[in-house]
């Protein structure tokens, strides 16, 4: 069984000193739990000192974004190609760069390529709006953007890969989907992965869910069938809920184990 990832996306907060104090308290209270792997995002600029404070044992790094050609003339990126050897994992196609900052599909499979092929681990993002909801057609949505997001990437490539299911309308909102409705996007992504790369791939890519997730209802919806981890924003900043986080995805891989 592959190992939970649970991933703290700490978005534009934190200087680099506040982040260093969050890591610091993190690293009192988080458990490390051999069968989860936890992740922690910070602001890129936070990533290089964090790379140095950082025990490696208990927390792996991410970043929340980067650039796809590893240099050039691009005022403002960072390539993924710097991220290496600071960063474990690259967040890919979150719903806030893709909707405030308008990231388009081709950027988005082009930074999830150059992720791999620097090294490191892709989560790409995917998730409907309100209204492609209402409409019906969360489904299409989910499915056009995994497709989309894989287009270069091959069946080797794959298993650096994990998904996130983070529907744009639960995004630090408190609304989360149901189980049911969790479950169902889980199994329209891992057909789509079995049609591209095998059943195989299907079953042993990592599925997260995202948005709102907190304390009370990690257990909930960590033991929906094939969610294998969870991305969580805002409840990643407060160390104490964030190891209770940990605490219950822990609780249920062991009830998962007894099963
Ligand atoms: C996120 O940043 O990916 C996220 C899911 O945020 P929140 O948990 O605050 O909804």
Redesign the pocket.
């Known amino acids: 069984m592959a190992k939970k990832l649970i991933v703290g996306?700490w978005?534009m907060y934190n200087n680099t000193q506040k982040a260093s104090l969050l890591l610091h308290s993190l690293s009192e209270k988080v458990e490390t739990h051999r069968d989860i792997e936890v992740v922690l995002c910070p602001n890129t600029l936070a990533l290089q000192s964090l790379s140095l404070q950082v025990n490696r044992r208990q927390f792996k790094l991410g970043a929340q974004n980067c650039y796809w050609r590893d240099e050039g003339a691009f005022t403002g990126e960072v390539s993924a190609t710097m991220l290496r050897g600071i960063a474990d994992y690259v967040i890919v196609g979150?719903?806030?760069r893709r909707h405030v900052f308008r990231e388009a599909e081709r950027d988005i499979r082009q930074k999830v390529q150059a992720v791999i092929r620097n090294g490191m681990q892709a989560i790409l993002?995917v998730g409907e709006t309100a209204r492609e909801r209402s409409d019906g057609e969360t489904a299409e949505v989910v499915r056009d953007q995994l497709v989309s997001g894989l287009a270069n990437i091959t069946s080797e490539e794959v298993a650096s890969v994990s998904i996130?299911y983070?529907p744009v309308w639960?995004?630090?909102?408190g609304s989360v989907p149901t189980p049911a409705d969790i479950r169902a996007v889980e199994k329209v992504l891992r057909k789509e992965i079995s049609v591209l790369y095998g059943k195989k791939a299907a079953e042993e890519i990592r599925i997260l869910y995202?948005?709102?997730?907190n304390a009370e209802n990690t257990t909930e919806l960590l033991s929906v069938k094939g969610v294998d981890g969870l991305?969580?924003?805002?409840?990643s900043l407060k160390a104490d809920e964030f190891a209770a986080i940990i605490e219950q995805a822990f609780a249920v891989t062991k009830k998962d184990a007894n099963k």
């Not at 639960?170 to 909102?173: E, L, M």
């Not at 991305?231 to 409840?235: K, M, P, R, T």
């Open positions: 996306n978005k979150h719903s806030e993002c996130a983070e639960a995004i630090g909102t995202g948005g709102s997730v991305l969580v924003g805002g409840a």
